[in-house]
């Protein structure tokens, strides 16, 4: 990402300085819905109640695996720059102090308009970008 004569470029995307509402860093909670592990436990019972132990075992092995990676998933840090257009872009990187330091140039650069940088940002793992699009309440793509 960078600030080049008063336009932030995150990937291909070019947002005026003027035009943005909102830059954050925080942490990005994954989804843990103990409800759905509820739901589950209770279609294995479903299936308890009409069949032997073999199937049951297996679904509930499955449940409790998915239930445990479910809860020892690590938040993300991101950092959210949001336009007045509603569009917002997320930025990942390991560290959250990493995209506070990037936060503060970009306010930087708002309110000094001859102020220009680069950041690098870095791919969580090899099969994903680092940029989540967002157009008003639309998903538009998302690469974390």
Do not use: C
């Not at 070019?14 to 409800?35: D, G, M, S, W, Y």
């Not at 073999?54 to 809860?71: C, D, E, G, N, R």
């Not at 308009?113 to 793509?141: I, K, R, W």
């Amino acid at each position: 990402m960078a600030v080049k004569r008063r336009m932030l470029w995150i990937g291909s995307a070019a947002l005026p300085l003027h035009n943005l509402t909102r830059v954050q860093a925080i942490k990005i909670k994954p989804e843990r819905n103990v409800l759905r592990f509820l739901l589950g436990m209770a279609l294995v019972a479903v299936v308890y109640s009409v069949t032997d132990w073999a199937p049951v075992l297996v679904l509930l092995i499955v449940l409790v695996v998915l239930f445990v990676k479910m809860m020892a998933t690590p938040e993300k840090p991101a950092l959210v720059v949001e336009t007045a257009g509603g569009s917002r872009l997320l930025v990942t990187l390991p560290s959250v102090d990493e995209l506070r330091a990037i936060a503060g140039r970009i306010v930087h650069a708002i309110d000094h308009p001859e102020a220009e940088f680069t950041a690098y940002v870095h791919q969580l793992n090899n099969y994903n970008g680092p940029v989540f699009n967002q157009n008003g309440g639309q998903n538009t793509g998302i690469r974390l």
